[in-house]
């Protein structure tokens, strides 16, 4: 029997979900469904059983992904790094590419990294169904998801003959794909009986698909082998050719193959699926209390109505007091205020703090790293200050700088630290001071987290003002 291998996509940047989503940490690896889990964790446990995964993920998010998935005991078949963002059908055609170097009958069920899954059971006993559909024929199968309301912010799909009112276990041909309706066009479709909402989860042969996609967007297996076959491993990641890569058109499945080709199929999905695709989705699933208000993070709410606070600081208490119909989303960094109406214009707010040449669409405060993380918790003229997390075992690259000089002094920990050719050992309570220019590396040597501050002192205290000699990491 052909093996089956589970694909995750990795690749979205939630921009709905700001201030908490960022282009550096997006929404797939935060906590949001309330299972304890980040999305993508939720997403990788959920197909555990099949196989190890076939990650594809931008290389910004290559560390972070890796480091979550290890958390959670899942080791991927591999990681794929797309040098640029080319939309879901090239990102496929890279997994489906490694699928079939690991076996030439391998069936891929392809998943993105951001979604919610409420309802495991029925979901596993659907994918058992689209497993076994797949296996036996040479369909594309899709999942639709069971309407449960009239809703604007998802595609459709009309099926000839399945009732989408109801969980079934069999698959449809597909009719047609619908764009985003609007809301007359949205209730007609609920009912009709005959209209899903279009997922974006898929199951089908890892042949088959190329096969489609090839007689239907040659350009994008012809680029994606290219890229694939001068593809080289770097670390744990195989780095897909940017230079090939870059020639590859971009399309999303349903364009280039599921609306052309005869061979798609949709199997019914009722299993409380949500994309998280914006705040009024988290309110959604989060518990609330007995006034409808969902909460997050130290807060009290007093006569507060069906309204969603969702507060990311470690040191604040948020207080509110009379609301209704509100968003509330707090971060160290960037707040955000919103009607629940209005919460779909946060990309109005991306945008313009891009315009403005900000950096609050980019980063939280807190910056992760493959060797742990940094907090940037105060700062001023000539001056910053951080607190720095370094993982166990872990060292930050051999390193100087041109415009700032550093005094590390450990909180928690033993940190090694080289300052030129000099090599020590510093505890709890003692410091360290690496003048302007010099080279210098830190290390934890031991076995807990090492945690220290970092004063920086200088003209210039950018995050580009770092020479690199050497990294564990490929950075230098």
Sequence with gaps: MSS??????SGGSGTRLWPLSRKHYPKQFHKLSGSGHTLIQDTALRVKHLAPPIVVCNEDHRFMLA??????????????????????????ALAALKALEIDPEAVIAVFPA???????????????????????????????????????????????????????????????????PDLATAESY?????HFWNSGMFVFRASTFMDELNRHNEAIVRHCTAAFELAEKDLDFIRIDQAAFAECPSDSIDYAVMEKSDKVQVMPLNAGWSDIGGWSAIWDILDKDAQGTASVGDV???????????????????????????????????????????????????????DD????????????????????????NRYQVKRITVKPGASLSLQKHHHRAEHWIVVTGTAEVQVGEKISVISENQSVYIPLGEIHRLTNPGKVPLE???VQSGSYLGEDDIVRLQDNFGRS
């Design 357 to 380: 040449d900000r950096q609050e669409h980019l980063y939280h405060r807190e910056v992760h790293r493959p060797w742990g993380s940094y907090d940037s918790i105060d700062f001023g």
């Design 190 to 194: 609920l009912a009709s009986g005959k």
């Design 452 to 454: 220290l501050i970092e």
């Design 114 to 180: 951001d979604h919610v899954i409420a309802d495991n059971e029925q979901f596993q006993l659907t994918m058992a169904a689209a497993l076994e559909a797949a296996q036996s024929g040479e369909a594309l199968l899709t999942f639709g998801i069971v309407p449960t309301h009239a809703e604007t912010g998802y595609g459709y799909i009309e099926c000839e003959d399945s009732d989408s009112s109801k969980q079934s276990t069999s698959a449809s041909p597909v009719k047609q794909f619908v764009e985003k």
């Design 300 to 354: 009290i709410n007093i006569d507060t109505i069906n309204t969603l606070v969702h507060s990311n600081s470690k040191d604040k208490l948020v207080c509110t007091i009379g609301l209704e119909d509100i968003v509330i989303v707090d971060t160290p960094n960037a707040l955000l205020v919103s009607h629940k109406d209005r919460v779909q214009d946060v990309k109005k707010a991306v945008s313009q703090i891009a």
């Design 67 to 92: 480091d979550q998935l290890q958390q959670v005991g899942i080791t991927p078949a591999t990681i794929l790094l797309e040098p640029e963002a080319k939309n879901t059908a090239p990102a496929i």
């Design 4 to 9: 089956v291998i589970p694909v995750i996509l």
